[in-house]
């Protein structure tokens, strides 16, 4: 027995395809991430074919030493299973570098996408799809999120250029350039790195991909990663496992896009398909919350035999993992892939409507159902509202979490800690709430952000810690000069009171009156299962 336990603490990677074995360790030894990816490859779901190096990775001693060869190794089972080359000059084998603990940390670590794009992969990847678009705009997302993640450079040099472009070809966006722009971009792009660096951008597929395995490795001891497990009181030595997965490229055309989507609505428990959806994009566009979302409606009338497909890929997937889900897909040309799948995140109150459901519907148990909202506090599940009479509305923003909270405008993540030290209840204001923001989150009673979707990765931290969380909010402008934002026509100070409503999306100014609901028919169906199970 110990021999054999030795033998699964020292494997090197595994196999993330249909048909392979589950890792013997479970979650624990491949990270969360990896082992519900093999589980849905084992099930059939369509998987894009992929490799894990365990969590044990993460504190190795001999990792510089032993990496090149287990990714080597790891890349040839990708060849294989693809029938494309890594670094080929025919069909090129392009990957994703992703993070994975044993317990899901959303946005706490890193990710690397398009990795193995070349002055040479480029060109072969526009001859193998006849899309010069996908390819010149694969590679400068490459060179941003390399120079982000890999080398540890600032995004805003890469910002600028991506604004000037957009704005040197008159358009909204850079999802508006052709692929000329783009090219001309990359290669901005690609002297930016040069001279930040000192050095060229690498050309070697194999150098970046141990460069972004590395990178991945070291984000677990990132501080948003410390201090997530912090509050969410997770092992420092547990360790992130790596997954490497073929790339595929919902930023492939009008047929193309990327999503995050929940099996169940997480701030309701509703039994509906809760999604966000980008065309022509890639995951980070969805969940990074730097982009407004606007393309739900579009994809139903757009492509519904894909929309049919991810209805029913929500039940497939309740069904094998026994609880709702948070799954990342891609559509390529018309066709879906399953990127990843977790435990969804989600309100207490939404927890005692999904265990109620899950059980009428047969997924679960009542034993299960109970063992599911353990550690929930039953007395103090409450929906919240503001008590009429309400004053004007500032804007109506998308709701990301449900409820209702006042407090005193915070700009950042330091204002909220100052104000929260002094007992001042805060509603942090930002452009684009990212997960860097933890503290702020945890500290504030409710978050508003001017761009973003519902699924980003900061509207997911915000809906576990509980948090009202308001995105998109229309003419939020803010003045971190002048500590000050502009909601419409209103022009607001840092300190001034606002009011968030998660339950309608408006946004007040001031202080009002709250009034709060109980759960009380899910409250009376979880009383009735412990009846029967006393």
Not at 26 to 33: D, I, S, T, Y
Request: charge should be negative; aromatic fraction near 6%; include cysteine.
């Amino acid at each position: 027995m110990a021999d054999a336990q030795e033998n699964v603490r020292m494997a090197e990677l595994y196999p993330i395809l249909r048909g392979s074995a589950l890792a013997p360790g479970g979650a624990e030894e491949v990270g969360n991430k990896a082992w519900n990816l093999m589980r849905m490859a084992r099930a059939g779901l369509p998987v894009p074919p992929a490799f894990v190096l365990p969590t044990a990775w993460c504190g190795r001693a001999d990792a510089a030493a032993k990496l090149p060869p287990a990714l080597a190794q790891g890349v040839k089972l990708l060849e294989g299973a693809t029938g494309r080359t890594f670094g080929g000059s025919r069909r090129p084998l392009l990957v994703s570098v992703r993070s994975g603990a044993a317990v899901s940390m959303p946005g706490m670590m890193e990710t690397v996408l398009d990795v193995g794009l070349n002055a040479d992969t480029v060109e072969a990847l526009i001859r193998g799809t006849g899309n010069p678009r996908l390819a010149w705009d694969s590679y400068r997302r490459l060179v941003q999120g390399y120079a982000e993640v890999g080398a540890g450079f600032q995004t805003a040099p890469f910002d600028a250029l991506v604004a000037a472009a957009v704005a040197t070809a008159h358009a909204e966006s850079e999802r508006e350039l052709d692929h000329r722009d783009l090219r001309t971009l990359t290669h901005a792009m690609l002297a930016s790195y040069t001279d930040l660096a000192g050095e060229d951008f690498p050309a070697d597929p194999s150098v970046q991909l141990l460069a972004a395995t590395e990178a991945v490795l070291r984000s677990w001891n990132a501080e948003k990663a410390v201090d997530y497990r912090r509050l969410n009181r997770i092992d420092d030595a547990a360790g992130t496992a790596v997954t490497v997965q073929t790339m595929v490229f919902g930023n492939a055309g009008g047929a193309s896009g990327a999503g995050v989507g929940f099996t169940r609505n997480p701030a309701t428990g509703a039994r509906e398909f809760y999604f966000d959806f980008q065309f022509d994009g890639q995951g980070e566009d969805v969940v990074g919350g730097r982009r407004n979302l606007t393309d739900h409606d579009r994809l139903r009338r757009t492509l519904p035999a894909i929309w049919t497909r991810l209805n029913e890929t929500c039940r497939t997937l309740e069904t094998l993992f026994g609880d709702a889900q948070d799954f990342e897909f891609t559509v390529q040309s018309g066709e879906l892939f399953l990127l990843q799948t977790r435990r969804a995140k989600r309100t207490d109150w939404a927890a005692l409507a999904i265990a109620a459901d899950m059980v009428a519907e047969g997924v679960l148990t009542p034993k299960a159902a109970l063992t599911q909202i353990a550690g929930i506090d039953l007395g103090s599940v409450v929906r919240t509202s503001f008590a009429p009479p309400v004053p004007p509305t500032l804007a109506i923003a998308l709701v990301a979490s449900l409820g209702v909270a006042s407090g005193a405008i915070a700009l950042d993540t330091a204002a909220v800690v100052r104000l929260a030290a002094a007992g001042v209840p805060t509603i942090l204001v930002r452009r684009d709430t990212v997960t860097s923001d933890i503290v702020g989150m945890a500290q504030a009673v409710g978050i508003l952000t001017g761009s973003g979707g519902r699924t980003s990765h900061a509207a997911v931290v915000a809906r576990q810690l509980g948090k009202v969380c308001l995105v998109a909010c229309p003419r939020l402008e803010i003045d971190l000069e002048r500590r000050q934002c502009r909601i419409g026509d209103t022009l607001l100070d840092e300190g001034d009171m606002l009011a968030l409503d998660g339950n309608t999306g408006a946004v007040h100014a001031g202080k009002l009156a709250v009034v709060q609901e109980r759960p009380d028919a899910a409250l009376a169906i979880i009383a009735g299962w412990r009846s029967a199970d006393a």
